[in-house]
């Protein structure tokens, strides 16, 4: 089983959609949750932390179950300028600085 | 110094030659990371260095691979008798001393074709 799992996708909306994206983390230590965005051809550039008690940053909303061990992406109203991968990134926790991604969710904002 | 630059962008070698990358990190980060990343996949960690010391590899990070810090600052990644499977995008990242995680920031990148 991986360790991070995402839908890879490719997840086809028209612009002003509102598309949500769920990630699963098989490590239960893992302290801290990102969400990071890759164009193609790119480096991955941080989209925004996630927190336990959520958080929102203009038109993208992020959620964290613990419990449950998932993170959700929300993405209201999109545009094309949002087409891109949506990578889930876990650090493992127990003193290790790594980051662990999952293979990422595929985005197209059709206009 | 505003990025983290990795040289060279693009490299192209044949199966069996041995290749070199540099990783230049912003300059008051003192963590410097080492992810590969192959098509359809998300980036998969190397190794990680404080400083100069290297703290953490991964099994990836087969003895054909080796990775140095000299002087806790620019970091280079080489491959020893390369192979097929080693045609990758290979990213450094670096970040400062706040929170595990937190504070990356990646180079643009080497692409490696191995032929």
């Known amino acids: 089983r991986k360790e991070v799992e995402q839908d890879p996708g490719p997840f086809n909306v028209p612009e002003g959609a509102t598309v949500a994206f769920n990630c699963t983390y098989s490590n239960s230590a893992s302290q801290s949750f990102f969400w990071y965005r890759q164009d193609c051809r790119k480096e991955p550039k941080l989209l925004m932390s996630v927190y336990s008690s959520g958080n929102e940053d203009g038109r993208f909303t992020a959620q964290l179950n613990r419990a449950s061990q998932y993170i959700s992406l929300l993405i209201r109203d999109s545009k094309l300028s949002d087409s891109a991968t949506y990578l889930c990134v876990v650090n493992p926790g127990t003193g290790r600085r790594a980051l662990t991604f999952g293979s990422g969710t595929r985005l197209q904002v059709q206009p | 110094d505003t990025g983290v630059s990795q040289d060279p962008r693009h490299k192209i070698t044949k199966r069996g030659q041995n290749v070199t990358f540099r990783c230049d990190p912003i300059s008051e980060h003192n963590r410097l990371y080492w992810y590969r990343q192959t098509l359809g996949q998300g980036p998969e960690f190397l190794t990680y260095?404080?400083?100069?010391?290297?703290?953490?590899k991964s099994r990836l990070l087969s003895d054909r691979f080796s990775a140095e810090r000299p002087k806790g600052s620019f970091s280079t990644l080489e491959i020893q008798r390369t192979e097929q499977g080693d045609s990758a995008m290979y990213l450094c990242?670096?970040?400062?001393?706040?929170?595990?995680?937190?504070?990356?920031?990646f180079g643009s990148g080497t692409r490696l074709t191995v032929v």
């Open positions: 990242a670096s970040s400062d001393t706040g929170p595990a995680g937190y504070g990356y920031t």
């Open positions: 260095f404080q400083n100069e010391a290297q703290l953490e």
